[in-house]
């Protein structure tokens, strides 16, 4: 079982200017999670090889976008900021979303 001890904020960046819809860019939450650290060869949104970094685990379903910003602090202290490169949403058997995973 997985401790969420970890925090993230997400900044919604939906990278569309339509006028007539509610503006979500800049809104900020913060979630609980779990960040591990270690390099994985992933694939990205377009289908192609990557490192990933950081991978970090929400419990339930998170909306979170690959236009939108991830701030953390990381082991030695420092604000780190990246957008993600992967996001899976985990689901059980009864279909019902156990985590959302988010790679860096």
Partial sequence: ????????????????RDPWSTPEEGKSNAYDCRIEYGSRLIRNQFGQEVISNEHIYFPGYVNVGYADELSWIDL????????????????????IPRMTVVDL
């Fill in 1 to 16: 079982m997985l401790s969420f001890d970890d925090k993230v904020q997400i900044t919604r960046q939906d990278g569309s």
């Fill in 76 to 95: 030695s202290v420092k604000e780190r900021t990246s957008k993600p490169a992967s996001i899976e949403v985990i689901k059980d058997l009864d279909n």
